[in-house]
Nanobody, 115 residues
């Protein structure tokens, strides 16, 4: 199983981007799906997550601006990012956690927000 993240790019502050994470194979018993980001010189942080049942959770810094969603049939995870700020700059990774300690990561997509 591989995760392929895409949709990153360079935008000005206030702009929008939509990230997509495509999954190549089936993952059974998914516990959660999430987007993380890592800014230069900083640790990777959780941006948004969704449980297998569809409940969502967001970092305080992105609440009201970002929306995580999924398309089960297409095996895709999305992150709609509106009102982007320079501090949203970083490499964004998609993640899937399943039972039996299975943890999958995508390769990351760069998001750069200029002021």
């Amino acid at each position: 199983v591989q995760l392929q993240a895409s949709g990153g790019g360079s935008v000005q502050a206030g702009g929008s981007l939509r990230l997509s994470c495509a999954r190549s194979g089936d993952i059974f018993a998914i516990v959660s799906m999430a987007w993380y980001r890592q800014a230069p010189g900083k640790q990777r942080e959780l941006v948004a997550s969704m449980t297998g049942g569809g409940s969502t959770n967001y970092a305080d810094s992105v609440k009201g601006r970002f929306t995580i969603s999924r398309n089960i049939a297409e095996r895709r995870l999305y992150l709609q990012m509106n009102g982007l700020k320079p501090e949203d700059t970083g490499v964004y990774y998609c993640n899937v956690v399943a039972t039996a300690s299975r943890n999958y990561w995508g390769q990351g997509t760069q998001v750069t927000v200029s002021s």
